[in-house]
């Protein structure tokens, strides 16, 4: 079955520096969608991906879907301690519909 | 608008015992669904429904059960409780799946003794 794996599972940054998460996909996604969850909380949607090669940017976050639509990548530049968190991607294909599956998740812990 | 409202927020059962966590959302969403989540392994669906009287089971049902008789309510059933059920539950609800993004309760931190 579809299986959607997420690297790295922690990642710590200090403040100011960049870093990248990367989706994985074992199958081609009809789109796929980033979530972010603070400590505590509830994931809250971030971004959704449709398009094969799409882009999208939200300040300093920048989210790339792959050519073969099964592989995304989040960018955060200039990392800042409201950065933290873990973060979701979520994929759903053709064939799944209404399956909705999330990877592991990247927590990610700012040091100042 | 209250959008997804979880009950309880906390939740505290002894092995064998049974209980039922209440999802309710008031943004006249067609899809509901619950997940689980557990440490280092993401969000996983339990159980979902595109629509009152329709449901279906996700990756991981084996345990639980769900009705869905009305569209507001989509309430998640365990009826013999097991340690391996302790997680943090979330349900979410979207108008329609098509490139639209899932909107999350608050969560229900279940632990089973």
């Known amino acids: 079955g579809q299986q959607v794996m997420q690297i790295p599972q922690y990642q710590h940054v200090q403040e100011g520096e960049d870093f990248t998460t990367y989706c994985n996909s074992s199958?081609?996604?009809?789109?796929i969608q980033w979530y972010k969850q603070r400590p505590g909380g509830h994931p809250v949607f971030l971004i959704q991906?449709?398009?094969?090669?799409e882009v999208k940017k939200q300040k300093r976050l920048t989210f790339q879907f792959g050519e073969a639509k099964k592989n995304s990548s989040l960018h955060i530049t200039a990392t800042q301690t409201t950065d933290v968190g873990t973060y979701f991607c979520a994929g759903m294909t053709t064939d799944s519909w209404g399956k909705l599956q999330f990877g592991a998740g990247t927590q990610v812990v700012v040091t100042p | 608008n209250a959008g997804v409202t979880q009950t309880p927020k906390f939740q505290v059962l002894k092995t064998g015992q049974s209980m039922t966590l209440q999802c309710a959302q008031d943004?006249?969403?067609?899809?509901m669904s619950w997940y689980r989540q557990d440490p280092g392994m993401g969000l996983r669906l339990i159980h979902y429904?595109?629509?009152?009287?329709?449901?279906d089971q996700g990756e991981v049902p084996n345990g639980y059960n769900v009705s869905r008789s009305t569209t507001e309510d989509f309430p998640l059933r365990l009826l013999s409780a097991a340690p391996s059920q302790t997680s943090v539950y979330f349900c979410?609800?979207?108008?329609?799946?098509?490139?639209?993004?899932?909107?999350f309760g608050n969560g229900t931190r279940l632990t089973v003794t």
């Open positions: 199958t081609t996604l009809s789109n």
């Open positions: 429904s595109v629509g009152a009287g329709i449901t």
């Open positions: 979410a609800s979207v108008q329609g799946m098509n490139n639209s993004p899932l909107h």
């Open positions: 991906l449709v398009k094969s090669g």
């Open positions: 943004m006249n969403h067609e899809y």
